[in-house]
């Protein structure tokens, strides 16, 4: 099993900065197949980023996703109001798929 | 539209058997895997397993292997997570969502690109 461990817990920014979080795997992570999710309270989870650094459908350009391996980021280039949320990474590249413990971005 | 819309919130007592539903429309569901994700109170996310409606082909999780069933109904777009015998430890919130990747090698690569609402569970005497 791949775990994956993602940091920080907790992101305290204020709106207009820049958010970066992080995804390490326990082990190589094939082809870059990572996601990530976001998640408001009450809501379900939202696909971001898929394939490492491909954005989803109606995904805004401040999200962008990178990496490789085993250590992979999501950035926020400028966070807005509606960004405040967990964030989540989630590894496909066996048959055992796996989710990060999440980081949460909130207002400063 | 791709919709996936789950069954409503269940109130149940251990020992109970339960099945929940997630009908989608707006794509083909038989060319699509399906799967569940588990969220238990104020905790992160647990992929449970997931079903390719074509041909029933089901993968599961080890941690739930055994727990639970997954199923689909191809003639009305519906996968289905059951459990035969409930545990209070089984309140949760269930998603279901649209898988969509690559099946390579006998394994599919897949992301969960459309989510379902969600299904409150709560099991409790």
């Known amino acids: 099993e791949i775990v994956l461990t993602q940091s920080p817990g907790t992101l305290s920014l204020s709106p207009g900065e820049r958010a970066t979080l992080s995804c390490r795997a326990s082990q190589s992570v094939s082809s870059r197949f990572l996601a990530w999710y976001q998640q408001k309270p009450g809501q379900a989870p939202r696909l971001l980023i898929y394939d490492a650094s491909s954005r989803a459908t109606g995904i805004p350009d401040r999200f962008s996703g990178s990496g490789s391996g085993t250590d992979f980021t999501l950035t926020i280039s400028r966070l807005e109001p509606e960004d405040f949320a967990v964030y989540y990474c989630q590894q496909y590249g066996n048959s055992l798929l796996t989710f990060g413990g999440g980081t949460k971005v909130e207002i400063k | 539209e791709v919709q996936v819309v789950q069954s409503g919130a269940e109130v149940k007592k251990p020992g109970e058997s339960l099945k929940i539903s997630c009908k989608t429309s707006g794509y083909s569901f038989i060319s699509n895997w399906i799967g569940w994700v588990r969220q238990m109170p104020g905790k992160g996310l647990e992929w449970m397993g997931f079903i390719y409606p074509l041909d029933s082909d089901t993968r599961y999780n080890p941690s739930f292997q055994g727990q639970v069933t997954i199923s689909a109904d191809k003639s009305i777009s519906t996968a289905y997570l059951q459990w035969s015998s409930l545990k209070a430890s089984d309140s949760a919130i269930y998603y279901c969502?649209?898988?969509?990747?690559?099946?390579?090698?006998?394994?599919?690569?897949?992301?969960?690109?459309?989510w379902g609402q969600g299904t409150t569970v709560t099991v409790s005497s």
């Open positions: 969502a649209r898988q969509w990747g690559i099946f390579t090698r006998g394994v599919p690569l897949v992301y969960m690109d459309v």
